[in-house]
């Protein structure tokens, strides 16, 4: 389901169509205005306004589709847990509530399609019978086991996991780069699920885009999000502030 314009307190609905996420995804609280991300330093000079009270406010991160929650024992910041072959990226960036303030102990949920190898990707936005597409399904793995001899989880759970915001309200991951399955009869560009909860409650629900990637612009859902759901990125770098709503 794509989602156009800023959407103010609507109902998200779940964004990857014809894949496992999909399935359970539910209805969430809306609640975007599109100005919120960016580093840190974006997020001071764009981001942070003055309240009426004459505080800084914090715009809301802008909402996109729903997925799944935190689940026991999936609670881990390197979801590069199988030898695959992918582009590696460390993610990192903090948790700021509306006034500008960090947030300590939330949880950041990250979860997204599995990799594909480097340099490997659809010839176009058009179905690719050479390309092998990215999934959340993972029963073909369903025998497969980790580096380490543990069973591979299928379904969402495998490049999945959540961390918990230190002090400073940062958090951090490492995986390898998703890449690319066919929502309809087009590729989705690369990207990454993203929720926070605080205080046990979802307070964001997005997704996380790369910039250098070369589907964006043909991808209704990174459009709807207008540019406040790119990370930056500097090598394999990439950094993301979030601003929980109410
Ligand atoms: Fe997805």
Do not use: K
Not at 30 to 48: F, K, P, R, V
Not at 128 to 137: G, L, M, R
Request: net charge negative.
């Amino acid at each position: 389901m794509v989602r156009t314009g800023q959407l103010v307190g609507v109902v998200a609905l779940g964004g990857c169509e014809g894949t496992g996420a999909d399935e359970g995804a539910s209805a969430d609280q809306g609640g975007s205005d599109g100005l919120d991300e960016g580093s840190e330093d974006e997020l001071g000079e764009d981001a942070e306004t003055t309240s009426e009270d004459g505080g800084p406010s914090c715009a809301p991160s802008t909402e996109q589709t729903a997925g799944p929650f935190p689940q026991d024992g999936f609670e881990r910041s390197a979801l590069d847990l199988y030898g695959h072959e992918g582009v590696p990226f460390t993610l990192d960036g903090q948790v700021f509530d509306e006034q500008c303030q960090p947030i300590a102990d939330a949880v950041v949920l990250l979860w997204h399609a599995s990799p594909s190898p480097p340099g490997v990707r659809p010839a176009s936005t058009a179905p690719d019978p050479e390309y092998v597409s990215a999934i959340y399904d993972h029963e073909a793995q369903a025998d497969a086991e980790t580096p380490d001899g543990q069973a591979v989880p299928t379904g969402e759970q495998m490049y999945y996991g959540w961390v918990r915001t230190d002090a400073a309200g940062r958090y951090a991951f490492s995986s390898l780069r998703p890449g690319w399955y066919l929502n309809g009869a087009s590729y989705r560009t690369s990207h990454l699920h993203l929720r926070v909860f605080v205080d046990g409650a979802l307070r964001v629900t997005t997704q996380l885009y790369f910039p250098d990637d070369e589907f964006n612009d043909s991808d209704g859902i990174f459009a709807s999000c207008e540019g406040a759901c790119t990370m930056s990125l500097d090598g394999d770098a990439a950094s993301f502030d979030l601003v929980a709503g109410p």
